[in-house]
């Protein structure tokens, strides 16, 4: 089994610290019925939201769902020896080891793995389900960062989207609910976050 220590990527100001915190709150608070939710736009921040909801006292599974980019483990350098979500869909049958601890035992993470086409089918969605169902016992919550798209949010009970307020366009925030909701994506909410440059934000892509 892989460990990773991840205090690294928690290093960030007392600002947004803050921010993560009070998003945390309102995802745990959104997520009535249901352990997991999906996260757009946060790369990075989704998982130190999954951290500080670790900070609440629960249990936690931080999965990399976004295909389209190799944040973590390209931040970690574990290369194809990492199996992951990918692995799973393409092979579900396949007694693949999953899961990596962290230094902080109430919190685990899915790599997001290796594929070649970064392509998701629809018969490979429902495999995703399966994977949130296998877990869904062992946490309190599961936290997916997911692609724009939503490509692996639409069984997820919840989908969130965060937007730096720097950034942040009502238009553009709308047509991107509508096209996760057409996506057959539970948007649950839309949440802005106070960000500061950090250079250990940096992502590489595929």
Known sequence: MYSVNIDKLMDIDSEKKESLVQI???ITEALS???SV???GGKVDTFRIAYSIMEAG???LFVDGDITSDVFLGKYKLGKNARGVMDYLKNPDEDYELVCVTNHKELDIIFTGITEDGIV???EKEVFRKLLDKYNQNYDY???DSDDTGILAEYCAGTVIIQDVKKYSIDDTNALVKKLEQNGCNV???CLLYTSPSPRDSTSSR
């Open 24 to 26: 945390a709150h309102n």
């Open 121 to 123: 089918t629809q018969e």
């Open 142 to 144: 599961i936290v997916v």
């Open 38 to 40: 999906a996260v757009i």
């Open 58 to 60: 629960n249990k936690v």
């Open 188 to 190: 649950s909410g839309v």
């Open 33 to 35: 019925s249901g352990k």
